[in-house]
């Protein structure tokens, strides 16, 4: 060490080497104590976000539900204007014995009903003479026809119905096998 001279230097002066050390680690917990405060501040602006985000699903969920519950609250009470003419057709004073006047009021009460579904977005799927899609119905059974093409629905058994585009029955069909052989 005595071939640098400014090593001998550094030597001679007492307390000079250490001022810089103690400069340089004030420098470094100047940064560290920088560096400290951002990561503070960003774990603060995180769970923030969090606690936002959290808000935000929880109030999503409650208009969807709040939504659903308005839309459900709306149909009901349409579907109540049936349940009056259901009561209006059984009590006594509208009593009949003609088998046509019970007839007339039962399809005019399943007329009204048909009419609210429909307004709702409810429509039927009946697919006579279509061809088979195991999206849309269900096969119960296959038959030979002379009328149907094969793979064809030849006799639907009960209507599907869906929604917009959400399927909620599916029909029960027969398939046409084909020609008898």
Same mark, same amino acid.
């Given at each position: ?6 090593? &001998? ?9 250490? +001022?810089? =050390? ?8 100047? *940064? ?30 409650? +208009?969807?539900?709040?939504? *659903? ?11 109540? #204007? ?6 209006? =057709? ?9 088998? &046509? ?26 697919? !006579?003479?279509?061809?088979? #899609?195991?999206?849309?119905? #269900? ?8 009328? !149907?093409? &094969?793979?064809?629905?030849?006799? *639907? ?15 029960? *069909? ?8």
């Amino acid at each position: 060490m005595a071939d640098n001279p400014e090593h &001998e230097s550094l030597e001679a002066q007492p307390g000079v080497a250490s +001022e810089d =050390a103690m400069e340089t680690a004030g420098q470094a917990g100047g *940064v560290y104590d920088k560096l400290s405060a951002e990561l503070q501040e960003a774990k603060d602006k995180h769970l923030r976000l969090l606690a936002e985000w959290d808000n935000y699903r929880r109030r999503t969920v409650k +208009e969807n539900f709040d939504l *659903v519950a308005s839309a459900n609250a709306k149909l009901l009470g349409k579907l109540t #204007d049936v349940l009056d003419d259901f009561n209006l =057709a059984f009590d006594p004073k509208h009593k009949s014995d003609k088998l &046509e006047d019970v007839e007339k009021g039962m399809r005019l009460i399943y007329n009204k009903f048909k009419n609210i579904l429909s307004e709702e977005g409810l429509t039927e799927i009946d697919p !006579v003479g279509a061809e088979f #899609d195991p999206n849309l119905h #269900d096969a119960l059974m296959q038959q030979p026809s002379d009328k !149907v093409p &094969e793979n064809h629905v030849s006799q *639907v058994l009960m209507k599907g119905y869906k929604a917009k585009d959400k399927i909620l029955k599916h029909a029960k *069909v027969i398939v046409s096998t084909g020609k008898a052989s």
